[in-house]
Every structure is written in structure tokens, then in C-alpha cells.
């Protein structure tokens, strides 16, 4: 069984950053795709960002130029550093595992919630 463990929210002022983790067990992380979504409060899970098993990325329009996933298969960690956060960033975001990116296999993480407030 995959666990995902996030970690890295808080409360920031819009402008600010963060930086986002999730530390993935087992021994599937380097074959899977991985990914953060974030869901606001009365709203779908929506996908920010996702990483490929070659490092080829994807964002959400809203996100793009802001925001950047990254992974270190070594410590089977994917990072999001979120920077120029704004107001509409505030939701609770999950890690998700796709192994082979298959959208068969996947995991999900048990959410951290980003608030970005003055």
C-alpha cells in the first residue's frame, strides 16, 4: 500500500510563497506520475500541476508561470513551490501517485490546506 504524506501549508499573505511536499512509501515512486490537485471550499478537485516519470510537466492556465512541480525520485518527494500566491490559491491540496501514469493505479494524499490571506 502507497502512502502519501503532504506537508508545507500554512497561512501566507497574497504575494507570498510556499513550498509544498509530499513524501511518497514503497518503491513505485520513480515509475509513476505524480501530481497535485487542490479543491476549494464548494468547488471540484482541480489539477495544478503534474510531473511525468521523465520530468516533463503540466499546470493549470491559473497556475502557469507561478507556480512549479518538481521531483527527486532519490528521496521519493515531489515538491510545489508556489510563489505570487493570490486569494483564489486558498484550498486544500493533494499529492496524487499515478503509477505508469496509467490513471488506473492511483494513490492520493491526505490533503494540506494553503489559506492566503491579509
Known amino acids: 500500500q502507497v502512502q502519501l504524506v503532504e506537508s508545507g501549508g500554512g497561512l501566507v499573505q497574497p504575494g507570498g510563497s510556499l513550498r509544498l511536499s509530499c513524501a511518497a512509501s514503497?518503491?513505485?515512486?520513480?515509475?509513476?506520475?505524480m501530481g497535485w490537485y487542490r479543491q476549494a471550499p464548494g468547488k471540484q478537485r482541480e489539477l495544478v500541476a503534474r510531473?511525468?516519470?521523465?520530468?516533463?510537466?503540466n499546470y493549470a492556465v491559473s497556475v502557469q508561470g507561478r507556480f512549479t512541480i518538481s521531483r527527486d525520485n532519490a528521496k521519493n518527494t515531489v515538491y510545489l513551490q508556489m510563489n505570487s500566491l493570490k486569494f483564489e490559491d486558498t484550498a486544500v491540496y493533494y499529492c496524487n501517485l499515478d503509477l505508469r501514469g496509467s490513471g488506473t493505479n492511483v494513490y492520493w494524499g491526505q490533503g494540506t490546506q494553503v489559506t492566503v490571506s491579509s
Open positions: 510531473i511525468g516519470t521523465g520530468g516533463g510537466t
Open positions: 514503497g518503491n513505485i515512486f520513480s515509475i509513476s506520475a
